[in-house]
Every structure is written in structure tokens, then in C-alpha cells.
């Protein structure tokens, strides 16, 4: 069984940067896409970019484009989402999550099942 869980959020000042790690247990993740997604509280919960099991990326959020950068180390059995140029309006609860079936490539659209959800890791962007 997958289990995911998120480390590395943190309290930031406008314009700082953090990266998130998403490490897998259970699962050898060299096949396997994961996404990463946030949610602010009260709200539904977003879609920010999916890798593939070799590394290919999917945006599903266009604000992270030219900030946010989705990478893949697969001898750690770890994703990580590195964040640039953050802005109070990236203050989120973070999660990890793979398509149900755990299919290698990512799904075009954030809007399919996911499931293996990690507890979350908090980011707060202080302006």
C-alpha cells in the first residue's frame, strides 16, 4: 500500500522560497505519477503539478508557472516541489497525492481520482 507524506512547509516572508518533499513508502515510486496539490481553508482543494514517472511535468495551475518547479528523485523515493517568488496568495496546506490506478504518466487534467493522500504540510506567506 502507497503512503505518502509531506515535509518542508514553513513560514515565509513575500518572495521567499521553500521546497516541499513528498517521500513514498510502500511503493516503489519509479513508475508512478505524483501530483501535488493545495487547499486553503474552506476552500476546495487545487491541483498544482503533476510529474511523471520519468520526470515529465504537468502545471495544472497556471500562477506557479515561471515560480514553481516539480522534480523527482527516484533513489529517495521522493518528489519535491520547489517554490519561488512565494505571495500570500500560496498560503495553503500542501499535499501529495497519485492517480488511483497509479498509472506512470500524469493526467491531463487535475480532475480525475486521486487517492494515497499524505496528512499535508502548511506554508504561510506573511506579506
Known amino acids: 500500500q502507497l503512503r505518502l507524506v509531506e515535509s518542508g512547509g514553513d513560514r515565509v516572508p513575500t518572495g521567499g522560497s521553500l521546497k516541499l518533499s513528498c517521500t513514498a513508502s510502500g511503493v516503489v515510486l519509479d513508475f508512478h505519477a505524483i501530483g501535488w496539490f493545495r487547499q486553503v481553508p474552506g476552500m476546495g482543494r487545487e491541483g498544482v503539478s503533476c510529474i511523471g514517472h520519468s520526470g515529465e511535468s504537468t502545471e495544472y495551475l497556471d500562477s506557479m508557472k515561471g515560480r514553481f518547479t516539480i522534480s523527482r528523485d527516484n533513489a529517495k523515493n521522493t518528489v519535491y516541489l520547489q517554490m519561488d517568488s512565494l505571495e500570500p496568495e500560496d498560503t495553503a496546506v500542501y499535499y501529495c497525492?497519485?492517480?488511483?490506478?497509479?498509472?506512470?504518466?500524469?493526467?491531463?487534467?487535475?480532475?480525475?481520482?486521486?487517492?494515497?493522500w499524505g496528512p499535508g504540510t502548511p506554508v504561510t506567506v506573511s506579506s
Open positions: 497525492a497519485a492517480p488511483v490506478h497509479l498509472p506512470p504518466r500524469c493526467p491531463e487534467s487535475q480532475y480525475v481520482a486521486w487517492a494515497y
